[in-house]
């Protein structure tokens, strides 16, 4: 079963079901009125959108990443705060900071077949289980069905063995209305569901992880700083425009930030902050290796 929240939840309350089960959809989080912004936005760029994927990315899916320039209403979904708390529940004990890793539109059409069932911490090269290195959201642009394709989750999977695979008929499909959100941790397998209706199912996916973790989409080129100096010093950061830790990803002046706004350029030429030092003092590093 995958557990199931209200929108009134808290985040220890969805920390609780990520760490048992993996994975949990809050229901209705967001509004009717920014889902509606989302969808007007949404419209014309799935409609130059072609299916032209691979096979894992689906041969009937519409994906493009780049969407919090292309549906700017995907701002009120990256920044959600009980998401950020969430994430930040379950990353910071491994790192001062955690980022966007990844972003995309998953608009599946309908004949779309079932993905291959996969973990999003496959692309780092980390044996499971192992402490969730990212934190996945898939918000539903439209609702998710067991017959449109809604998410298909192992829940308890995130504690299996590095080589242990799921068995036919073990995922799960999300089900729920637009405006919810599913969120599962990296050890967790899942896939786009099949999609046996007759309409689209469309989803946005917003992963975030430790900040010294190489980013899944690389968020410098999809937002360059012409792009980034539009959205808000918090997405800016959240982006990778910010220290990833002490001495980490700083530039000539400091905070990469600072490439953003002239106005910065007079400040610090620090390679790291005290909030940084602090939060870096504050965690048990990681043992790597026997
Ligand atoms: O579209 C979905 O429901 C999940 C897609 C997914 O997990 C992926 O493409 O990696």
Redesign the pocket.
Known sequence: MIPKVGPDTTADEVVGHLQDAGCVIVESLASDEVMDRIGAELEPALAETGTNNTK??GLR?KRFNGVLSRVPASHELALQPLVLEVAGQMLLPYCTNFQLNYEGI?H?MPGESA?KL?R?SFIYPIRQPAPANTIAT?WAASDFTAEN????IVPGSHRWDHDHHPAPGQAIS?EMPRGSVVIYQSGIF????PNVSDAPRS?I?LHYNFAWLRQELNMYLMYPPDVARTFSPKLQRLIGYDFAGPYLGFIDGGSPQQLLDDRRTSETRERTTPQLDEAYEALEPIRFGP
């Open positions: 894992f990315s899916t998953m599946l993905q996969h999003d898939m394709g809604g998410t298909l999300t899942h896939g786009a569901g989803g996916a």
